[in-house]
């Protein structure tokens, strides 16, 4: 990713806002960077905004990083990611899910905060 991040506490949630560019090479450590970020924090629900960032991602791309949600967040957290219009699939929320972790990928912030707060 070539990218930049803010992080923001928002009541008791920590969000996470991506802008720039989608890069597979730097996935894990983007992933990583969010994990930081929520232990530091001290909040266990996670907003993780992707909406404006600019990606092209496959499925197996989409699969690996469920794969690295669940081995890097596990279930200690409750994270929503939200992603650009039109590129929503369910393969990273179910690679996530069915390894243990709490992840909902969606293209709505109000879906992911309801989500978080339920």
């Not at 806002?17 to 996935?27: I, R």
């Not at 929320?93 to 709490?102: D, F, P, T, V």
Request: net charge negative.
């Amino acid at each position: 990713m070539t990218y930049q991040s803010r992080t923001t506490i928002e009541d008791d949630c920590i969000r996470i806002t991506a802008t720039g560019s989608y890069s597979y090479e730097q996935m894990y450590q983007f992933i990583e960077h969010c994990r930081n970020e929520a232990d530091l924090s001290g909040c266990d629900k996670v907003l993780i905004d992707c909406e404006q960032l600019q990606m092209q991602i496959t499925e197996v791309e989409r699969f690996e990083g469920g794969q690295m949600f669940a081995s890097l967040f596990g279930s200690d957290k409750k994270v929503a990611l939200v992603l650009p219009v039109g590129k929503v699939t369910k393969m990273g929320e179910l690679a996530a899910n069915n390894r243990g972790a709490w992840l909902l990928v969606t293209e709505s912030i109000d879906e992911a905060i309801g989500w978080l707060n339920d």
